[in-house]
Structures are given as structure tokens and as C-alpha cells.
């Protein structure tokens, strides 16, 4: 449901990646965030990582 509703393409500004896809949770589920769709967005593995890594800073973006 999320990559169809993101056309199977990292939503990260800039990034238009259409392989390694992950889904990403906006709010962690470990911070009360759920597995709803308005909570999740599609990243490429190269981006996911960067996000998780720096977090606003990777520049990824998301969610804003």
C-alpha cells in the first residue's frame, strides 16, 4: 500500500530511486508511532540508512 501510494520510488527530496526499497516509519514505534499509512513513507536503502544514521541532518528531508 505505502510503495504503490509512493509510485514504488524513495520519497526523499532529490532521490529517485525505484530499487532496494524500504518503508519507513515517521514517528519510531518505539516513540509511540504506528503502523498506519500517514505514519510510514518509501526510501531507498541508501536513504533509509542516512536517516537513521543523522536523522534531519542526513538531509533526507521526510515527513516535514
Do not use: Y
Not at 524513495?10 to 518505539?30: I, K, M, N, Y
Amino acid at each position: 500500500m505505502v510503495l504503490a501510494r509512493d509510485r514504488h520510488r524513495c520519497q526523499a527530496p532529490g532521490c529517485c530511486h525505484t530499487r532496494f526499497l524500504e518503508v519507513h516509519h515517521l514517528t519510531a514505534r518505539s516513540k509511540g508511532g504506528g503502523n498506519e499509512a500517514d505514519n510510514l513513507v518509501t526510501l531507498c536503502a541508501a536513504c533509509h540508512r542516512l536517516w537513521h544514521e543523522r536523522g534531519d541532518s542526513a538531509g533526507v528531508g521526510i515527513g516535514a
